[in-house]
């Protein structure tokens, strides 16, 4: 079975017609076994787009950056990013812009250093855009073009200049963001999430080895996040993807390694099952009436409050157990994110 599928693959890279092959390869393999058609679909789509990198590692070290107003907007930030998804986690108005757009070469630091391998991102930039992927937190489409024709026209200004090529390339990235089947259409009748997976298909056409996605599901809809979540779970296996969000949900659902960052400080990082681990038997959870919420934030520690069934419904950081009707529950990433923005902000309020 093993050769088989390693025979099936290697003849992807020949063929012209991308999804034909693709469908009967997977069908096939799908009978006789679902990992293997998991795999078999990952790699044939690598395959296609040649995604196949050496493991890199992203290292930060002291990144500072005031703007002119005199806002720091990045504070001493060191980070290391290696193979994967990786969550940047932070409220508006952290800096998570500030530090991707340095990464991507587009603005200037005042002091520190950011490696890419051998590369010195902030010295050699034209090395790092060789190898780098970038979908910012807003771009522009040419509306009147449909995705197809606007993609194989940015694959002729990457010096993709051979058709079959181009088309394969062209075919496995629409089929990699699931745009394949709207591929025709033109982009202003797109929704902001096949915008959005869009972007991905271009930033993804110089197959790079660096990957930077600024806040891509603010604004979707469950079922558009959901998809753009599923195009973005493929990626980071072999290349370092930097998801930049303030949603924690986004985090939970990708990324193997994550910080948080509040005020331009990185306020934590690591893997996310280890940081929730700081916090187990910490977190107590009571339902409370609204009128009471006030008086709980004065005597406790409230790291979030939520409505339940219209009533408020408290999370409380306690190292013993309060009593008072409050219930220990597991941690939640979302615990994590909240306590350190609290301890973070209050820190620097005292
Ligand atoms: P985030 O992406 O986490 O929302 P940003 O990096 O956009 O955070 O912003 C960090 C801080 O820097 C904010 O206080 C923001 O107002 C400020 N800021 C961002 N860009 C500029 C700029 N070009 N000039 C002055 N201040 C800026």
Redesign the pocket.
């Known amino acids: 079975m093993h050769n088989g599928y390693k025979g099936l693959n290697a003849h992807l890279t020949v063929t012209n017609n991308v999804c034909t092959y693709q469908n009967c390869v997977c069908h096939t393999l799908q009978r006789v076994c679902h990992n293997y058609f998991l795999k078999a679909k990952k790699e044939h789509m690598f395959v296609l787009i040649n995604q196949k990198t050496d493991n890199m590692e992203l290292i930060i070290n002291n990144l500072s950056k005031t703007?002119?107003?005199g806002?720091k907007?990045?504070q001493n930030i060191s980070l290391e990013i290696p193979t994967g998804m990786f969550g940047l986690l932070?409220?508006?108005?952290?800096?998570?812009?500030?530090?991707?757009?340095t990464i991507a070469t587009l603005q200037e630091a005042d002091q520190g250093s950011i490696k890419f391998g051998a590369i010195d991102v902030l010295k050699q930039k034209n090395e790092l855009r060789q190898v780098l992927g970038y979908l910012p937190?807003q771009f522009g489409l040419y509306p009147k073009i449909s995705a197809e024709a606007l993609l194989n026209h940015f694959a002729v200004l990457k010096g993709i200049s051979n058709r079959g090529e181009r088309k394969n390339l062209v075919n496995a990235l629409l089929h990699k963001t699931n745009l394949y089947d709207v591929r025709k259409q033109n982009l202003k009748g797109y929704s902001g999430g096949m915008k959005q997976r869009f972007g991905i298909a271009q930033a993804l056409l110089n197959n790079p080895k660096l990957l930077i996605v600024?806040?891509p599901t603010a604004g979707l809809d469950p079922l558009e996040r959901n998809r753009f979540y599923n195009v973005l779970s493929e990626l980071g296996e072999h290349t370092v993807v930097i998801l930049?969000t303030?949603i924690v949900d986004d985090v939970k659902e990708l990324c193997t390694n994550m910080a948080i960052?509040n005020q331009?400080q990185v306020c934590l990082q690591g893997k996310p099952l280890q940081i929730l681990e700081t916090l187990k038997g910490r977190v107590y959870k009571k339902t409370i009436e609204k009128t009471e919420l006030n008086n709980y934030k004065e005597n406790y520690q409230v790291i979030s409050e939520k409505l339940f069934l219209g009533k408020p419904t408290i999370h409380i950081l306690s190292d013993k157990n309060p009593g008072d009707g409050f219930a220990l529950i597991d941690a939640e990433l979302e615990d994590v994110y909240f306590s350190e923005i609290f301890n973070n902000s209050n820190l620097k309020s005292n």
């Open positions: 703007y002119s107003n806002v907007a990045l932070g409220p508006n108005g952290a800096g998570k812009s500030t530090l991707m757009r937190q600024d806040e930049s303030h960052i331009g």
